[in-house]
């Protein structure tokens, strides 16, 4: 792949014409997702300020306009009514202030009394590359969809922690009481996530002190998007700690995990009630984000990041790289997360494809319901049914193995190419989401998910069952409105 510059990775983005060959140059690519939000130019990392707002569901994501490296970055901005089909609204944020002048990084979003504000990491950088993070704070205004935002940051870094303090969650507790939380590193290198309160989503701000965990206080050293959740009456610490390696992940160093447990925002204490989970056991899932809103009492909404911090993808060489999961609900049962698919993605089915022809359409839903106690299916195989990514269920044990070793492209092998998981029983049902470029795999209603992208050659869309399933395969539609909008 191309070098880049430091110069050419900090490029402020002056107007759309600067990337519009770009744009056409990658929309003729094969791997461009059909139903997945990815990025309308160059690359996509975290989803930032998920939120419902007057009947529509707003998202954004990281972007660097100019290609496939993390360089200087903005929000950009896509919309839904129902979750399921997108369209692309233009630049939100960009780093354009003092305090933003190296970056507009990650964040949320938070609806109060009519009002849109976006938090979010002020990356600011001196003439001798010294970090200082900043919280900053935009309003949004609807229609026009433009940010108005604040001549001054919220607050800067508080001392004890490195320049690592990023990612701010704001969440309302109750009336007039408003906590941000951040990912942090504190000065003997360890992850952290710290708590700043206020009784004005929009001043006031103070350091009230860092989350203590028990069992977790030397857990990587550094926290990235750390947020609490309400999922199904318990409290969810969610965060990505880095530099740790962990069982049945090759050397991957960036993990996507929770701990459920009670959070007291009093004392700053998150008792967990179990130990730490991986969100998705696949290759590819980063920085997750919960909308703001549920979509009924019981639910929340999840979307991550489909790849990984540190990481090159196949696609770097056609200039574009990243996109985001499908959403997904979350529930809590037996003490663990439950990630089901929308519901309303059933919405994207068109036909169904003969299974029999053992082709693989480009955009499916495959449904299969296994017939015997072990599982063997091969994915993404040639017409031989040879190589693919497969996936194997052993009864006995009762592991469950997905290797991508079998695939001509392979890309980021230093993370491994096998993920494991023990289930806890049988596997009766997968439910798998086949895009151009990806492939979701939700096992027995959500138990485990595994996500990872996957660049097939042409020669590579069959797939191969080894053992007696009932398969259903669905065209799905494409739902993403992929025009040039900046
Ligand atoms: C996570 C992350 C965040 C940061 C953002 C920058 O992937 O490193 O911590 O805010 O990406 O794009």
Redesign the pocket.
Same mark, same amino acid.
């Given at each position: 792949m191309k070098e880049w510059t430091r110069e050419e990775r900090y490029r402020f983005l002056e107007s759309p014409d600067e990337v519009r060959d770009l744009y056409k140059k990658i929309s003729e690519s094969k791997y461009r997702q059909t139903y997945h939000i990815q990025p309308v130019t160059g690359l996509l990392? $975290?989803p930032n300020g998920f939120l419902h707002y007057n009947d529509e569901w707003h998202l954004f994501y990281?972007w660097f306009p100019f290609g496939p490296v993390?360089g200087l970055?903005h929000w950009y901005h896509v919309s839904s009514k129902d979750l399921v089909t997108w369209k692309n609204c233009g630049l939100a944020v960009a780093p354009d202030k003092w305090y933003d002048n190296r970056?507009a990084?990650?964040g949320s979003a938070l609806v109060t009394d009519g009002r849109l504000y976006l938090y979010y990491?002020g990356n600011h950088r001196d003439e001798n590359w010294v970090r200082t993070p900043y919280t900053c704070m935009a309003e949004l205004f609807e229609g026009s969809w433009r940010v108005h935002k604040s001549k001054e940051p919220l607050f800067g870094p508080v001392e004890g922690y490195t320049e690592h303090q990023? $990612?701010p969650k704001i969440i309302k507790l109750e009336e007039d009481r408003y906590v941000i939380v951040l990912?942090a590193q504190n000065d003997a290198k360890q992850g952290r996530a710290i708590v700043f309160e206020s009784d004005n989503p929009v001043s006031g701000w103070k350091f009230k002190g860092e989350i203590n965990v028990p069992g977790f206080m030397d857990f990587g050293d550094m926290w990235?998007?750390p947020s609490v959740q309400n999922v199904s009456g318990y409290n969810v610490l969610m965060f990505?700690p880095q530099h740790i390696t962990l069982k049945y992940r090759g050397q991957s160093q960036n993990h996507n995990g929770y701990l459920i447990g009670s959070m007291d925002w009093d004392k700053l204490v998150f008792q967990p009630i179990g130990q730490f989970h991986e969100l998705d056991f696949g290759f590819d899932s980063?920085?997750a984000e919960c909308a703001a809103r549920r979509r009924t009492w019981a639910e929340t909404t999840m979307i991550a990041?489909m790849g990984i911090?540190d990481a090159e993808y196949p696609t770097d060489e056609e200039m574009w790289s990243g996109c985001l999961t499908l959403p997904r609900t979350l529930r809590v049962r037996n003490r663990r997360l439950i990630q089901e698919p929308l519901q309303e993605l059933t919405q994207l089915r068109v036909d169904e494809a003969d299974p029999d022809t053992g082709i693989l359409p480009d955009a499916c839903e495959m449904n299969v319901y296994n017939q015997e106690k072990d599982l063997d299916l091969s994915l993404f195989t040639k017409e031989d049914g040879s190589g693919g990514i497969n996936i194997h269920f052993d009864y006995d044990t009762k592991v469950l193995i997905v290797n991508r070793s079998g695939m001509t492209q392979l890309f980021n092998e230093e993370d491994g190419n096998i993920r494991i998981r023990k289930l806890d029983n049988k596997l009766d049902h997968l439910r798998i989401y086949i895009d151009r470029s990806s492939v979701e795999i939700f096992v027995n209603s959500g138990d485990a998910v595994f996500t990872s992208r996957v660049f097939p050659l042409d020669t590579e869309h069959n797939f191969k069952m080894n053992t007696q399933a009932e398969i259903h395969i669905w065209n799905l539609k494409p739902a993403i409105k992929d025009n040039f909008v900046i």
């Open positions: 990392n $975290d990281q993390h970055k970056g990084y990650s990491t990023r $990612d990912g990235e998007c990505c980063y920085a990041w911090p």
